[in-house]
């Protein structure tokens, strides 16, 4: 297989450019990974899917607000950060554009003076590492004066920062969301867990290289970005209890279902863990814990769209992603769901 093989048209106005104006009344198709047959449902639904037993497997991570619009101290002239990696307290590893005002030594104010920088290196990529100087804690900073993300392909501006957080976001470390999650409310939790169905939480802060596309053909040859995880103890008891019982595990999300098999490949079952991940899953893929997949639709040639048909099958995405497209489904972060069971 190759790379151009997970290609597929999709009409501009089908990017969804803001979130459905209730989380969980977005369309959900359900997918049945075995059969290939498709039912159009809307994500309200989602409990009739789900069987007493199954365990939903979510990624409680939370967005940092990354982007950062100032100046230079020196010039006035504008700006542009993008939080990537913090090395140490207040050592970040960023993106900066325009990247010709950004060399060692010069100084940048945000937030007219709550924020201040300096660039203390700049490494291999072109990427800058930077220190920051402020009073407080610097997340309590970011959250006053930080915008959020979002992928390039959303132009709109973002009118509630929380709608692109999940409403279970807990360690903040994301450069994107978790989107997978974004559907969920806080009554459809309680409706599924009403039904007997269990929830567990696992961590893995999402970095920008999720949304970077595959540009080598032969899409072995693609390299992946690392990501860290946590994955903790009673997530991976109930996982094997879960697992045991003869029941479903269903990963919420992509970042959800790489922790989970990152851990399987690492020990052969899932446990207590905290690492860091960069697996690429693939067609052939054997997964070891996922019985069923809730996703968002993927951009064209992506490693996501590409470890979903690791999981459903490839002829069954591309059938899948062809009647999404016929049927107007929203496409990518703030775009409709994909359950696969």
Known sequence: MKTSDFYFD??????AQHPAEQRDHSRLMHLDRKTGEIEHLNFYDLPKLLEPGDLLVLNDSRVLP???????????????FLLLNQRDLDVWEIL???????????????????????VIDIIEDGNRIVKFEHEGNIYNVLDEIGQMPLPPYITEKLEDKERYQTVYSNPIGSAAAPTAGLHFT????????AKGVNTAFVTLHVGLGTFRPVKVEDFHNHIMHS???????????????TKAEGHRVIAVGTTSCRTLESVAAKYGEVREDDDNTSI???????????DG??????LPESTLIMLVSAFAGYDNVMSAYKTAVENKYRFFSFGDSMCIL
């Open 293 to 298: 997949l809730i996703t968002n639709f993927h």
């Open 66 to 80: 990354a982007r950062l619009i100032g100046e230079r101290e020196d010039t006035h002239s504008p700006i542009e």
């Open 10 to 15: 999709l009409p501009q106005e089908l990017i």
């Open 96 to 118: 900066v554009k325009p990247g010709k005002h950004a060399k060692i030594g010069k100084r940048f104010v945000f937030g007219g003076g709550i924020l201040r920088a300096e």
């Open 227 to 241: 990501e860290h995880y946590m994955v903790p103890k009673e997530t991976a008891e109930i996982i094997r209890k």
């Open 186 to 193: 806080n009554e459809l939790l309680d409706e599924i867990r």
């Open 280 to 290: 690429f899953i693939y067609p052939g893929f054997e997964f070891k814990v996922l």
